[in-house]
Each structure stands twice: as structure tokens, then as C-alpha cells.
């Protein structure tokens, strides 16, 4: 009997978790985007792996292993503009001679995701999502989520934090971890900001590139891009 009532409790638990975000997600669907003003650059969203098919993609955004814990893209894709695309490329060469490759675990990103991470994220973490209020540079296709690969064996190189884990060791400048968990995220970070971009200060793996501020705030889907 305990046992039953022990499973009805995380059903009942689940359900309502999923309930919730499902409704959040639709409403975030339904929110339109913050109205800008003044001139913009049109947008010339690319997609990564056409310009180089040795970046390899991680998009978690698509699979169950999120802050989500479900699916809020319908397509494991990742989009740039194309002068960060082309950035980003040049990256992944510099790297090469290291041992090493681009791992993308997100690029641009719609408004309305943006929306729905901010309402589900707690007051104390809102510093690891962005306000939808004045949108994110995911949305205008400037920024972008990524780590390491070994060339090698092809497997995530361990940094001193885990992708969107909402704590300290996010920093870029955290001081635990290894040794070598530290330096393989600075020489990420090096050469990222080599190549025009500049990592948040709160996550080692966000990089936003330059003049992101000349593009617009986008809602489109990845289907919708051409």
C-alpha cells in the first residue's frame, strides 16, 4: 500500500510538472516579442555544420536533457549570422592543431524559448537566463552556447562546470575544478574572444559576438528559416 501511495505521489508530482511547463510553453508561444525601434540589419541566419561539418552539435534544447526536462525545439539545428557563423568557423580551425573541435549546444534561439526558460528559473538563478523584456542574443542570432570535443575519440572534453548548470562553477573565472578543467576553458575562451566574441560572465560556454545590438530580436522557428 505505501508503495502505491509512494507512486501515485510522483505521478501525481510528474503530471503536474509537465502540466505546467507544457502551459508555459504555449503561453510563452502566444506572448509576442518587446517592439524595437530604429534600423537594423537584415537577418541572415546560417546554418553551422553547411559551413563546417566538423562542428559538432549537442542540442539539448531538442531531447529531453534540459532545465525543461523536455523538448522546446522540434529540430536538433543550430543558426548563426553569418559573420558570427564564418567567426565561429575560424575558431573551430584555430582549434584543430590543439587536438581539439567546436561542441554547439545552442545558437540562435526564438523569443518565446527565451520567455518560457525565464518563468520557469527560480529568483536567485534569473542571472543564467535572459529577460525577456529586453531579449537575449540568442534571439537576434549572436550568441551562442558551446564547448570542446576531443578530435581523438569525439567525446565532450569535461570542463570545470556543466552546461547550463546554475552555479558558481558556471563562472568563467571559477577557481575550482582541475587543473587542466581550467585551462581547457580558458583556451576556449581565448580563442573565442580572439575571433570577436565575449564569453558572459556567469557561464563559460555563452559567447556573444560583436555588434549584436545591429540585429533584431526574432521569434521564427528553425523550419521557418531559409
Known amino acids: 500500500m505505501k508503495k502505491q501511495l509512494l507512486y ?45 561539418p566538423t562542428i559538432h552539435l549537442d542540442i539539448r534544447y531538442a531531447t529531453n536533457n ?8 522540434k529540430e536538433a539545428r543550430a543558426f548563426l549570422q553569418r559573420p558570427a557563423a564564418k567567426a565561429l568557423v575560424n575558431v573551430n580551425n584555430e582549434l584543430k592543431p590543439l587536438g581539439y573541435g567546436l561542441l554547439v549546444f545552442d545558437g540562435y534561439r526564438p523569443w518565446s524559448v527565451t520567455k518560457l526558460f525565464w518563468d520557469i528559473t527560480s529568483k536567485e538563478n534569473k542571472k543564467f537566463v535572459a529577460n525577456p523584456k529586453n531579449g537575449s542574443r540568442h ?7 558551446v564547448s570542446l570535443y576531443d578530435l581523438k575519440t569525439g567525446k565532450e572534453i569535461q570542463m570545470t562546470g556543466t552546461y547550463d548548470e546554475m552555479s558558481e562553477r558556471s563562472y568563467p573565472n571559477y577557481k575550482g575544478g582541475t587543473k587542466e578543467q581550467r585551462e581547457l576553458r580558458d583556451v576556449l575562451i581565448s580563442k573565442m574572444e580572439a575571433n570577436g566574441f565575449t564569453v558572459y560572465k556567469y557561464e563559460w560556454w555563452h559567447f556573444d559576438y560583436q555588434g549584436w545590438e545591429s540585429y533584431r530580436i526574432q521569434n521564427i522557428q528553425f523550419s521557418e528559416i531559409k
Open 8 to 52: 501515485l505521489k510522483k505521478y501525481h508530482y510528474f503530471f503536474i510538472t509537465f502540466t505546467l511547463i507544457g502551459f508555459l510553453l504555449v503561453s510563452s508561444c502566444a506572448t509576442k516579442p518587446p517592439i524595437e525601434k530604429g534600423n537594423f540589419k537584415n537577418s541572415d541566419l546560417v546554418e553551422l555544420v553547411t559551413l563546417d
Open 139 to 145: 534571439n537576434r542570432g549572436c550568441a551562442i552556447d
Open 66 to 73: 534540459n532545465i525543461v526536462g523536455q523538448p522546446v525545439y
